[in-house]
Every structure is written in C-alpha cells, then in structure tokens.
C-alpha cells in the first residue's frame, strides 16, 4: 500500500512537470511571435510615415 501511494505521487510529480514544460513553452513561443510581430508593425507603420508619397484619400 505505502508504494502505490509514492508511485501515485510519483506520477502525479511527473505529469505536473511534464505540463509545465509544456505550458512554459507554449508561453515563450506565444511572447517572441507577439514581439516579432510589434516590431514588424512598428516597422511598417515607420515605413508608411516616412514614405510620403501620394495621399491618396477614399471619395464616398
């Protein structure tokens, strides 16, 4: 009985480790894709600033 409780425990220690890492994970991947993807709308919003050009306006 005392080690079905410490391979229950066991197991439990493990899958909460093993989800973590998961979770973790999951968590940096989802924060470099949101600040690639700032620095790429700070750049194109930049771009679009500096470029002038032609103002085109939209006639209803």
Same mark, same amino acid.
């Given at each position: 009985?005392?080690? %079905?409780? !410490?391979?229950?425990?066991? #197991?439990?220690?493990? &899958?909460?480790?093993?989800?973590?890492?998961?979770? *973790?994970? @999951?968590? %940096?991947? !989802?924060?470099?894709?949101? #600040?690639?993807?700032? &620095?790429?709308?700070?750049?194109?919003?930049?771009? *679009?600033? @500096?470029?002038?050009?032609?103002?085109?306006?939209?006639?209803?």
């Amino acid at each position: 009985m005392f080690w %079905k409780i !410490v391979g229950g425990l066991l #197991l439990a220690w493990v &899958a909460f480790m093993v989800i973590g890492s998961l979770v *973790g994970f @999951l968590v %940096k991947a !989802v924060f470099w894709i949101a #600040l690639i993807a700032g &620095a790429g709308f700070l750049g194109a919003a930049a771009y *679009g600033a @500096l470029k002038g050009g032609d103002k085109k306006q939209i006639r209803s």
